[in-house]
């Protein structure tokens, strides 16, 4: 499964790919430069006839256990895109048990007491069992009993082969493609986990009985030993032995001192090695609530068959209280944060400001500024850094790092080119941000950035899965999947004026973090 965080998309850079991230945060690389002028029509006309489309394709509806469902029809072709979110991520996680959410995700795969199994009466005892073996090691190894260590290890190998012998490997992933079901995956954020593939229209019934039954009663014990040395390996391949993926673990940790963004999804290495199943089942008791569940289902499908066959196969789960976390505030910063490492890389250079969150009046102004500094080969820190200047192979952004439901960071990052340094890139990274304070940005310039938004968007909804994608991610973060179109007017609507005035209250030292990657020498 896909760690939905991107930092591990900055991680990625290094090697040449970058793996998919929050669509309503990708960035789209945008078209070849060319002159424009000033749309004399407001950016509002050309969304609306999109939008009174959508609403008039879309149902939604709740089940009485609370469970959301959004249903848009689209005709074009007979297939249907299906994503189930689940409102958790790592900012949910108790403390000492960080990467529980994504170690959920993983295991959420494994299958049920029907599926993924040959004998699941047989199999039950054998995963008690393993568990109860493995918190009996960990005692013998905090008491130094190296014999008893030995002999239980033993133990737990041989009844972890009678349990592996009872498993039917990627069943459900074999039930799906025998179906023509295509693009089974999950991915895991610091805000939500999302569950999502594609079946032909006539195959509406089985989802919903393969997608209910895979939470109503997961066996989330199973394989769970040989998944935890997988997750371990995906932590050390991505943050142990990634110069850029330690770099931002720490840099992130310096600009939060309290909010759990500051805590990696995939979780710190100790805790990874201590959780348990029991410690996922609690997690999953409290947090797959079916009032904490949205799904979107959007292609080839009549929404009374939906909502039919909703009742009866998500109907049967239990209603529960809405669980409710307790995220720490962050604090206001009040001094600039640097975190600085020698490690065997390239020089990369950070620098990260705190902003609030999406639901902010000054939300779209934000996405504005991240564009015209950040977004593509048109963006000034491009243009300036890489093209111009020649400091860097590569200057880029992204505003709502690391998530964007709680006040967040706008951050900004370069790689050093051969022959300059990261204080290089940090003068002229400044300059950029300063300009923005005291150069009022020109109409034609805006109204590109402004075009490009409405493109960008407009390009992740031509998909049935991108749109199930985004239609869920505003229901959930701002209760009304509509807000998702209005963002698009509340840009349109950017002034220079906004811009200068956000500009000048968020870029200051005492709001800064910077982050430094110095190659090690010798």
Do not use: C
């Amino acid at each position: 499964m896909r760690l939905f965080i991107t930092y591990f998309a900055i991680a990625i850079l290094v090697s040449g790919s970058l793996p998919e991230i929050a669509l309503a945060q990708t960035q789209t690389a945008p078209p070849p430069p060319r002159t424009l002028q000033p749309s004399k029509t407001p950016a509002k006309s050309s969304i609306q006839p999109y939008l009174d489309r959508v609403v008039k394709q879309l149902t939604k509806f709740q089940l009485d256990n609370g469970m959301k469902f959004i249903v848009l029809e689209r005709h074009q072709a007979p297939v249907v895109s299906f994503l189930t979110y689940a409102d958790v991520g790592g900012v949910d996680e108790p403390d000492k048990k960080t990467g529980v959410a994504h170690f959920l995700e993983h295991l959420a795969f494994k299958g049920t007491q029907r599926i993924g199994t040959t004998d699941y009466k047989a199999e039950k005892p054998l995963l008690e069992r393993l568990e109860q073996l493995d918190n009996q090691i960990r005692t013998a190894k905090a008491d130094g009993k190296k014999a008893e260590v030995a002999r239980l290890q033993a133990e737990f190998k041989q009844v972890e082969a009678q349990a592996g012998k009872l498993v039917k490997q990627n069943e459900m992933g074999q039930i799906v493609e025998q179906a023509g079901g295509v693009g089974l995956n999950a991915n895991t954020s610091t805000e939500a986990t999302r569950y999502f593939y594609s079946f032909p229209s006539n195959k509406l019934e089985l989802w919903m009985s393969l997608e209910s039954e895979r939470f109503l009663e997961p066996v989330l014990s199973r394989e769970f030993y040989k998944e935890k040395d997988v997750i371990l390996e995906e932590r050390r391949l991505r943050v142990e032995n990634s110069p850029i993926g330690l770099m931002i673990e720490k840099f992130i940790d310096a600009a939060y001192k309290v909010h759990p963004y500051r805590r990696p999804v995939i979780g710190y290495d100790e805790d990874i090695r201590n959780l348990t199943p029991t410690d996922v089942q609690k997690f999953f008791d409290t947090y797959y609530a079916p009032n904490n569940l949205a799904i979107a289902i959007v292609g080839d499908v009549n929404p009374n068959e939906v909502k039919r066959l909703a009742q009866i196969y998500f109907g049967r789960f239990q209603a529960k209280a809405k669980p409710q976390s307790q995220i720490s505030v962050e604090p206001k910063q009040t001094e600039t944060r640097q975190v600085t490492l020698e490690l065997a890389s390239q020089p990369w250079y950070l620098e990260g400001y705190h902003r609030p969150a999406i639901k902010h009046p000054d939300n779209a102004v934000y996405e504005i500024i991240g564009r015209l500094l950040s977004e593509g080969r048109t963006s000034r820190l491009y243009k300036s850094l890489v093209e111009k200047q020649q400091l860097a192979l590569t200057a880029q952004g992204q505003s709502g790092f690391p998530g964007d439901k709680y006040p967040n960071l706008m951050l900004f990052y370069a790689l050093t080119a051969p022959g300059h340094t990261v204080d290089e890139l940090a003068t002229g990274l400044r300059q950029e941000i300063d300009n923005l304070k005291t150069q009022p940005v020109t109409a034609v310039e805006l109204q590109r950035v402004k075009t490009q938004a409405r493109a960008d968007l407009l390009r992740s909804l031509d998909s049935n899965t991108g749109m199930a994608q985004l239609l869920l991610e505003y229901e959930v973060k701002t209760g009304d999947w509509q807000n998702l179109f209005k963002q698009l007017d509340e840009i349109a609507a950017v002034t220079p004026a906004d811009i200068q005035r956000v500009a000048k209250a968020a870029f200051t030292p005492e709001n800064r973090t910077i982050g430094k990657l110095l190659s090690k020498q010798g």
